[in-house]
């Protein structure tokens, strides 16, 4: 992981970051992770915009890579960046 933050700090903006944080969840050993589907994949830098435009037309989680968890997929809000969001925006 320290390599690859290097390589990552070498992009990052002139600027004095105040923190840098790092989560990890959910590792599994390697040998129980499952290989990425579209991996070599030329096509797969369509299919992002291609889910994004459905997901506009049809809702939220109309289509995407997988399931999610299900306390995901029950919540209907957005999120609120800059103000308290109103309870009819849930």
Known sequence: ??????????????????????????????????????????KRQNLSPLIDRINDRYGRCAIGFGLLPPDVRAFKGHAAFHRVPEAWEF
């Open 1 to 42: 992981m320290l390599d690859r933050l290097d390589q990552l700090w070498t992009a990052v903006p002139p600027y004095k970051p105040f923190t840098v944080g790092v989560v990890l969840l959910d590792l599994v050993p390697a040998a129980q992770h499952q290989p990425d589907l579209f991996a070599g994949d030329p």
